[in-house]
């Protein structure tokens, strides 16, 4: 009977998708912690990139530069700094893809069986009609023309990507600071502005 109940409720099948997503982003992150984020490799790793960006920050921000002069042997520094960022980064970035690959068929799977679960059904609403671009996702393996009917495996990205992220930031197992940028996108230098 309450089953029955809850089959009747009108957001049962996006509630379903989003409860399965919370519970997998928790256990993808339970397998992170396994495999990556308790080792003492990873401390180390994430303690190295957090003082070599803080470092970087500060040789690029210090107002009390010295003049011309010395200006080669700070660009020198600097550039070290900079070189071990990139390669602590890219050392942590292949030690985050042992378990990537876990992660990544955790997923698949998840996504196999809600798949068959919701194969052809709206599991959602949304309130407008999608850009073309997003219907094809939005829309996808669903019957009509009613493209505000939102498909399984777009509702179900959604919270992955949101879910997961938000549950890294929450248990401190975001990347470090200087892991995103390490280079990518450097700070522009004061002096020049």
Not at 62 to 70: E, G, H, L, N, V
Not at 71 to 78: A, L, N, Y
Not at 124 to 134: G, M, T
Not at 151 to 157: P, Q, R, T, V
Request: glycine share 6%; hydrophobic share 40%; proline share 5%.
């Amino acid at each position: 009977m309450a089953s029955n109940v809850f089959t009747q409720f009108k957001y049962s099948d996006s509630l379903t998708v989003v409860g399965i997503s919370i519970c997998t982003a928790i256990v993808c992150e339970a397998i992170s912690w396994l495999l990556i984020y308790r080792t003492n490799s990873y401390k180390s790793l994430k303690s190295t990139i957090d003082k070599a960006s803080k470092k970087l920050e500060t040789m690029k921000t210090d107002p009390t530069a010295p003049k011309i002069s010395a200006k080669k042997s700070k660009t020198k520094k600097i550039d070290r700094v900079e070189t071990s960022l990139k390669e602590s980064s890219r050392d942590l970035s292949l030690f985050k893809f042992k378990s990537g690959a876990v992660v990544a068929l955790v997923l698949f799977a998840v996504f196999g069986f809600l798949n068959n679960l919701f194969e052809g059904k709206a599991v959602a609403k949304l309130p407008f009609v999608p850009i073309k671009l997003v219907q094809k996702m939005s829309h996808r393996g669903l019957q009509g023309e009613d493209f505000t009917d939102c498909s399984m495996a777009f509702l179900y990205f959604l919270c992955s990507i949101s879910i997961r992220t938000n549950l890294q930031k929450f248990l401190g197992f975001s990347p470090p600071r200087g892991a995103a940028g390490a280079g990518l996108f450097p700070m522009p230098d004061p002096k020049t502005n």
